[in-house]
């Protein structure tokens, strides 16, 4: 009797054991299926992201086979020896003797990217990607090979154009850049660290940064597609597929992405190239004035009644700006129609603009009004020195006369005379003291009134003399020393 009941006992504890086992289930199996119904993307956001990838990629097939691989070979010359002092411990002169390190030469290769802007080969780039440059390799989409020859470059923008033979190539549609508007999202093309045709996308972080410092003429967008060593002269493009930059710089203090990136805006671009092409160099235009910017310290002085615009500062005799009526004081805030915030806004305008061109000029004089029409000259090429030859402090140098344009362009002061440093090569015993734009005045005490001076006082300093330049620099004059 004890024995059945305890048989009952146990099926009913089996059963009541199962029951909850079923239950258990049944309720995990419902909250999975909850949790799978509220986890679940909607339709919405499906068609939404699916149309958007699909947008994307349509623009990226568009764009992409306009963007190409630049490859350099450049030679390098090394100047001393791989051991540093070593030569010079005198312990080492007892047993050898004095040693004479020789230069040394070497290849050096770089990689970037180009846009095809025309079906018979032109291709723009920047010009810090062909530099100097020995060889060029131009790798298109499709894999084929082409040598690439510079038509022209300006280190003024950063731009540059290479051809290659060849025909009915691919070129991008050139867009207008002035239509952007932050916010606006946009695909960044190019090869970073040689991985060819890589795509990023952002948004448009800004537009019209200048004052970065990378070259003369400064009109960026600024943007946070990701952009990285390689993908310098590569495309940025629009929604449309349309060229709208020239990705040319990023802000790093990692060498690599973080966020913000620079791009030369198409229509900039666009007007550099079409001058090279044509021309042969880059045709600006010229007003002949020097400009700063309005501080609301400085419209207060002044008496006037808004802090943006470009204050004339002074008007060179028998330029288009004296012709036109210009005076010191004149405050400009509209140039052909557009607005003028800046003096870097209205330098570029004004150096896009064609010589000979007539253009209506709105400047605030003594609190009215004034209307002016200036007929546009053409800015006056500067002479340029090549970079010193010889072994000594100067070598490796690059300098070119103060015309009238370079000292409207830098904002220099009438009084200082000498020549602009326009380059420095990586071997330069100025490396680290001289920076482009830097003016020498004096070269050892004795004066520097232009590129005949300078080469005939720095092809006089000897190999191991150290030299003592007076150089202008943003506002002010200080003495520098180079040594061999």
Known sequence: MFAESKKVVTTIARASALAATFILLMYVGGQRSA???????????????????????????????????ISTTTTVTMQGNPFGDFFNDPMFKRFFGEQQAHPRKFKQAALGSGVIVSQDGY?????????????????????????????????KTDIAVVKIDAKDLPAIKMGESRSLKRGDVVIAIGNPFGLNQTITMGIVSATGRSNVGISAYEDFIQTDAAINPGNSGGALVNT??????VNTAIFSTSGGYMGIGFAIPSDMANTVAQSIIKYGKVVRGWLGISIQDVTPDLAKSLGLSQDHGALVTDVMKESPAEKAGL??????????????????????????????????VKVIR????VSLTVKVGEMPEAKVAKAVEHE?????VSVQDITAGERDSLGLPHNVKGVVVTDLSETSPAGGVLAKNDVILEIDRKEVRGVKDYEKLAS????????LLLIYRQGGYIYVTIKP
């Open 35 to 69: 949790w799978a119904q509220t986890s679940a993307v909607s339709p919405a956001s499906r068609d939404f992201l699916g149309k958007m990838s699909q947008a994307l990629s349509e623009v990226a097939e568009v764009a992409r086979p306009s963007v190409v691989n």
């Open 123 to 155: 291709i723009l780039t920047n010009n810090h990607v062909i530099k100097n440059a020995d060889e060029i390799k131009v790798i298109l989409y499709d894999k084929r090979e082409f040598k690439g020859k510079v038509i022209g470059a300006d280190p």
């Open 240 to 245: 449309d597929g349309d060229l709208v930059g």
């Open 327 to 360: 005076k010191r004081e004149d405050l400009i805030v509209e140039y052909d129609g557009e607005k003028v915030d800046t003096t870097a806004s209205l330098r570029n305008m004004a150096a896009n603009t064609g010589p000979g061109k007539e253009v209506a």
């Open 366 to 369: 003594d609190g009215k009004d």
């Open 392 to 396: 000594n402090a100067l070598m490796g």
């Open 460 to 467: 006089k300093i000897g190999p191991k003399d150290s030299v």
